[in-house]
């Protein structure tokens, strides 16, 4: 049988916007053909099934907000203001009302993750993943002198990272731009202190 050849990174891209768009199960064959280009025999063949293309969209997602991640923190001088700058781009994404902007790993987790261990598995890393390079954050946020209190970089990060669901989820139902910056800026007060 002939492998089918095409940019992994454009379709994976292509494939998250259908699902975020959508969601998972929403999404049809024909959406991800329209999306992708693919026809359904290569999205078999490439990735077995509508699951496996969720799931390697789901790394794809990864590693781009990852990518996106590093690129905000490293053009500020510190880390709290990495922290605001990272919110900030986290509230532009929740108020552009493109579907396409919203949280894959988050619409995974409501729709799948519950019901799919394999979903399960790869959201759970990429929350550890991101928890870790949260608390390393917060270790410099801390050495830098912008942190008070007591709590440890681990509860900080995990405080920022349900803050982030939070407001992602209320964003859906809350849709003034003020009102989301505002809830963002509280939560890096809260955070930090």
Known sequence: MRSAEFNREAVLRAAMNAFMEKGFNKTSMQDLK?????????IYCAFENKKGLLLAALEQ????????LQAIFSNENDAKSGLSA??????????SGDPTQSCLSQKAINEIAQT?????????????MWQSVM?????????????TGTRLPEQRAQ???????????????????????EIAEQLLIDVCR
């Open 135 to 147: 608390r390393d954050v917060f270790v410099q946020a801390g050495e830098e002198g912008d942190l």
């Open 86 to 95: 990272y919110l900030s781009n986290i509230v532009a994404e929740c108020v």
């Open 159 to 181: 405080s920022l990272i349900v803050g982030i669901y939070g407001l992602r989820t209320f964003s859906q139902a809350q849709k003034d731009p003020s009102v989301i910056s």
């Open 61 to 68: 997602y990864n590693l781009d907000r990852n990518a996106e």
């Open 34 to 42: 329209q999306a992708t280009g693919l026809h359904p025999g290569s």
């Open 116 to 128: 799919d261990e394999q979903a399960q598995a790869v959201l759970s890393q990429q929350c550890v």
